[in-house]
């Protein structure tokens, strides 16, 4: 399989709202918030947004405090934390500050992205930390999370209202699953065996890759014609597991 | 509102006789008030031109009397060569990308790695990516996990796990090929 990064709906739908984000209007609506079942591709779009920009990342705890948050955060930075909170917190804004200016020197996009961000999208003292820090130097925070980010901020109007942009990560469609497989599958496959994965996969980007491995296993030892692998040829041939199941899914001998 | 050095001018001055002065004596003989007096003798000090020879009590050093027999004005700006590592911005390489990438993953997979990292005008990412990480294991900075990933080809052993260990900043640490070490910039020493 080859190893490159392919630009789905989803990952489109995000560059758009950072984009958007750019232009916005109110300036400290500085917050993003990504919702998505797990599987949809969250991680490896963020992993290369956080890579190609040298954004801060942090992954959010059950437990967090606002000073556990504010550590971890120069932890992240490798700045030695001073002693007081208050002394913590202008610490952080001032390097954030200083990587967001030094981004910006370079034309390149830079923020905070905050993952697993459900743990911590109910406790009102850490999004308020969020908001401020986001707020103070119209720095761009990202908050993702698996489908309850948006549900709990309506809890808190004067955080929900500094979200300027809403991306939810949908399952894979057919022109989705046919961007991965050209990118990726070493072997050419026929349109009707692409639809057979968008079937088998439900759309989650695990499945389809775990699909793509397969064909691709079987392809290379194939003699496969110009259309590519068929839904005939794999015939009998194991496409996927099952997410639910475990159980491992057949292409059909007959259909 | 006085020019900036024109006070630790004038104590240095007023110092000029060779011997010790107190603050008390100072603020007698001088247009300053004791606060200046304090501060401006610090400044002397700072740039090795007075000395403390006990508490409140200050006198020039030879430089210092060197300094005013030349008719040195004091001003404000560097007394000494800037020599702190220059903080510059990393640049955007496939490695400082490899590096984000491997900061932000729990374990990762040189796929992994390479998807996040690579760009389309990196020449042969894979390659580059699989020296890089190799040597950062060499320095100890990622550990190869004892379990692989299923491989996707039919006689693949799998691919290799790795997770970064010691995660020192966020510059990324720059591997020398040839005397196999890895220098890091943001602890501004070499790993073995």
């Avoid at chain 1, 990587?99 to 923020?111: L, V």
């Avoid at chain 1, 068929?230 to 639910?244: C, E, H, P, S, Y």
């Avoid at chain 2, 996990?145 to 799998?158: E, F, Q």
């Amino acid at each position: 399989m080859k190893n490159k990064f392919v630009e789905t709906s989803n990952v489109k739908r995000f560059q758009t709202a950072l984009s958007a984000l750019e232009a916005r209007g109110a300036e400290e609506a500085c917050l993003v918030v990504i919702d998505g079942s797990p599987g949809v591709g969250k991680t490896t779009t963020l992993r290369q947004w956080v890579a190609q920009t040298g954004s801060v990342y942090l992954r959010a705890k059950k437990e967090w405090t606002p000073s556990w948050f504010i550590n971890e955060l120069l932890d992240a930075m490798r700045v030695h934390p001073p002693h007081s909170f208050q002394k913590k917190f202008g610490k952080a804004l001032e390097e954030l500050a200083l990587r967001q200016q030094s981004a910006a020197m370079e034309r390149r996009q830079f923020g905070l992205v905050i993952d697993e961000a459900d743990h911590v999208s109910s406790k009102s003292a850490i999004l308020e930390t969020i908001r401020d820090l986001s707020d103070i130097i119209e720095l761009p925070t990202i908050l993702v999370g698996m489908g309850r980010v948006n549900d709990h901020l309506a809890r808190f109007p004067q955080v929900a209202s500094r979200v300027s942009q809403k991306v939810r990560f949908e399952k894979a469609d057919l022109a989705d699953i046919k961007a991965l497989i050209a990118e990726r599958c070493e072997v050419p496959v026929a349109n009707d065996l692409a639809e057979f994965v968008l079937r088998v996969s439900q759309g989650f980007n695990r499945e389809v890759l775990e699909a793509i491995a397969n064909i691709e296993r079987f392809g290379l030892r194939f003699d496969y014609d110009a259309t590519g692998i068929t839904l005939g040829d794999m015939a009998g041939q194991v496409i996927v597991n099952d997410r639910r199941s475990s159980q491992p899914v057949k292409v059909p001998e007959l259909l | 509102m006085k020019a900036p050095g024109e006070i630790p001018t004038a104590l240095m001055q007023a110092l000029f006789g060779g011997v010790c002065l107190t603050i008390d004596e100072l603020d007698a003989s001088v247009d300053l008030n004791r606060r200046q007096i304090s501060a401006a003798a610090g400044q002397l000090v700072l740039r090795g031109l007075a000395e403390r020879v006990e508490r409140g009590c200050y006198q020039l050093t030879k430089a210092g009397i060197a300094a005013v027999e030349r008719g040195e004005v004091i001003t404000s700006g560097p007394y000494r060569p800037h020599t702190a590592p220059a903080r510059r911005a990393a640049a955007n390489t496939l490695r400082q990308r490899a590096w984000n990438a491997m900061r932000m993953s729990g374990t990762f997979t040189l796929a992994d790695i390479v998807m996040a990292a690579a760009q389309a005008s990196d020449g042969d990412p894979d390659a580059n990516v699989k020296r890089y990480v190799r040597q950062l294991a060499l320095a100890e900075y990622v550990v190869e996990l004892p379990v692989r990933g299923k491989g996707t080809a039919l006689t693949s052993n799998g691919f290799k796990r790795f997770r970064l260990i010691k995660n020192t900043g966020p510059i990324a640490p720059v591997a020398r090929i040839r005397s196999k070490t890895v220098h890091d910039h943001n602890l501004a020493r070499q790993a073995p």
